[in-house]
């Protein structure tokens, strides 16, 4: 059975940092590319990054670049979203998402991301 698990959110003034993991287990994490997905309150889902381990390949929406920094331990199964300099529209909760083709075949819960003074 495929399981994501996020933890790692919570409340942070802006400028700050915070470290989202996604622990994954039921598939081949080392071969597989994962992607972290926003929903910002009230808003639909937004594409954050995604990583291709495999090839050494990480994309980013233009507004987290230089900010975000996706990573993969593949001995502890993890993927990571180190967010620097957040800003109150980094505000969401955010899902770690396996990708299958072109698609997000499996999904973890979520975690809030708050942004606030």
């Known amino acids: 059975e495929v399981q994501l698990v996020e933890s790692g959110g919570g409340l942070v003034q802006p400028g700050g940092s915070l470290r989202l993991s996604c622990a994954a287990s039921?598939?081949?994490?080392?071969?597989?590319?994962m992607s972290w997905v926003r929903q910002a309150p009230g808003k639909g889902l937004e594409w954050v990054s995604s990583?291709?381990?495999?090839?050494?390949?990480?994309y980013y929406v233009d507004s987290v670049k230089g900010r975000f920094t996706i990573s993969t331990d593949n001995a502890k199964n993890t993927l990571y979203l180190q967010m620097n300099s957040l800003k109150s529209e980094d505000t969401a909760v955010y899902y770690c998402?396996?990708?299958?083709?072109?698609?997000?075949?499996?999904w973890g819960q979520g975690t809030q991301v708050t942004v606030s003074s």
């Open positions: 039921g598939f081949t994490f080392s071969s597989s590319a």
């Open positions: 990583i291709y381990s495999y090839i050494s390949n990480t």
């Open positions: 998402a396996k990708i299958t083709g072109w698609e997000y075949d499996y």
